[in-house]
């Protein structure tokens, strides 16, 4: 389990979930790791996860000076940067009357605008050749009701890693996507649903996924290793789908 061997990396949104899961790969196959995230409790219990190795960081997702401020903190760290997976996001699943202009906002601050001023402040420390992923949704890809503004800023994010990709290659950086389906993290805790409605919307999701089942954070953490590794040196501006099958109905 060498396949990070020497690569220094940055993990948004490390501290539950998949993020937390891709940071520990990331350090079983040898990377140096910094991950971010907002919450203290859980930043704490990355730092107890993670080991002392790891740094992490607070750091804002939807704010663009954090994401200035980061990038400085990164250098004095590492020097440079290697793999970035661009996984810290917000779902908020309502239908669209329910939206408001401050919510529309909040989502795509943290979806969209955050994530493209990471990589503008990332890209004078990034190595070459170095890998930046981005966490995208199979949201973006079938119209389930209630997720307009979700599914809408991850498409966002979906073409962004395209573009991103044709503009940095040429400096040695490539740009890919993941896209997860339903996958069993603590994000669906976090849609101001009762246990009840939760049920509900896990036994709904449920029946459209042709596995039979969630996927698990690992699952999606070991195709992040993948394209952090020199193993994906020719994959440059590809979406990788990992959704059960949900997206071919």
Do not use: C
């Amino acid at each position: 389990m060498t396949r990070l061997t020497g690569k220094r990396a940055l993990i948004t949104g490390g501290t539950s979930g998949i993020g937390l899961e891709t940071a520990r790969q990331f350090i079983a196959e040898g990377a140096r790791v910094a991950v971010t995230g907002t919450n203290p409790a859980t930043l704490e219990e990355a730092r107890l996860a993670l080991g002392p190795d790891a740094i992490v960081l607070r750091s804002n997702a939807g704010d663009v000076a954090d994401q200035k401020a980061l990038a400085g903190k990164l250098k004095d760290a590492f020097g440079q940067i290697d793999a970035v997976f661009i996984n810290a996001g917000v779902a908020e699943l309502k239908p669209l009357e329910a939206w408001d202009e401050e919510g529309f906002d909040r989502t795509f601050d943290i979806n969209v605008k955050g994530p493209l001023f990471l990589v503008q402040a990332l890209t004078p420390i990034l190595a070459n050749p170095a890998s930046i992923i981005l966490n995208g949704s199979i949201n973006a890809h079938i119209g389930m009701a209630n997720s307009s503004v979700y599914a809408a800023s991850k498409a966002a994010l979906i073409s962004l890693g395209k573009t991103l990709s044709g503009e940095l290659i040429s400096r040695g950086v490539r740009v890919n996507t993941i896209s997860p389906g339903p996958i069993q993290t603590p994000l669906y805790g976090k849609l101001g649903f009762t246990e009840a409605q939760l049920q509900d919307v896990a036994g709904s999701i449920l029946g459209q996924i042709p596995a039979g089942r969630f996927g698990a954070p690992s699952e999606v953490a070991k195709a992040a290793v993948f394209l952090a590794s020199d193993e994906s040196t020719f994959t440059v501006g590809a979406e990788l789908v990992i959704d059960g099958g949900m997206s071919t109905l």
